[in-house]
């Protein structure tokens, strides 16, 4: 009797890959990194706080490098991509921002979302396209209050829906480079960790009656739709809402 020999074992999906993470030091996209690095992959971090990027590269060894940058800076967007050989995914979850009702806030402070968030990511991407390799992803940040406001907060929902399309453009423009968006619910991570306990509790407590799932995500499990994002080739121009069910209800 003939005994069959084991199967050969796949590559990591990221093996000899080239991935880019703006705001890689902490919060979601310190856990795509860590996911990155062991799917194979080489990883470049960015972000504002230089001590937080190196500490982060540190935690997760010799395949990462960092570099500080700032969105909402061109110059120090180009600086940052000056820097980097080649892309093969790109990861932008960077963004500072205040929410709230229109009546309420200052027009700089509503206009903060778009000036972060939705441009920041633009012109990332912008400053990354000579980089992208043929074969590249590029996966943007929105979030599910896009299609779902939790509250008054027109400006910050609008901001979101934008980045959406922005996605959606993106993917025709920069076609056969692939562009998806992922729009995450509520995730009880390192944003929500640095706000107030009653302002979290009481979040958490509507997000658990509102979602399906009774629960606030996790950053693994965003972190694993976005690796979805960069390893399925026939992806592009699309939108994933792990958001535990808050869209639908």
Known sequence: MTIPS??????????????????????IGLEVARRAVASGARVVIGGRSAGKLEEAAKSLGEQVRWGVVDTTDQDSLAAFFDSIDRIDHLF????????????????????????????????????ATAKLTSHASVVLMSGAASVRPPAAAPA?????????????????????????????????????????????????????????????????????????????????????????GYALR
């Open 156 to 244: 910050y929902v609008a901001c979101n829906a934008a980045i959406e399309g922005l996605g959606r453009g993106l993917a025709v423009e920069l076609a056969p480079v692939r562009v998806n968006v992922v729009s995450p619910g509520t995730i009880d991570g390192n944003l929500w960790a640095q706000r107030p306990a009653h302002i979290r509790q009481a979040s958490f407590a509507q997000y658990e009656r509102d979602a399906l799932l009774r629960r606030p995500g996790t950053e693994s499990e965003i972190a694993d739709a976005v690796l979805f994002l960069f390893t399925n080739t026939f992806m592009t121009g699309s939108t994933l809402y792990p958001d535990g």
């Open 92 to 127: 932008t979850p960077a963004a500072s921002y205040q929410v709230g009702p229109m009546r309420e806030l200052t027009d700089s402070e509503a206009e903060s979302p778009f000036v972060s968030k939705f441009w920041g990511q633009y012109h990332a991407v912008k400053h």
């Open 6 to 27: 084991a199967p050969t074992p796949l590559p990591a999906p990221l093996a000899d890959r080239d991935v880019v993470i703006i705001g890689g030091g902490s919060g």
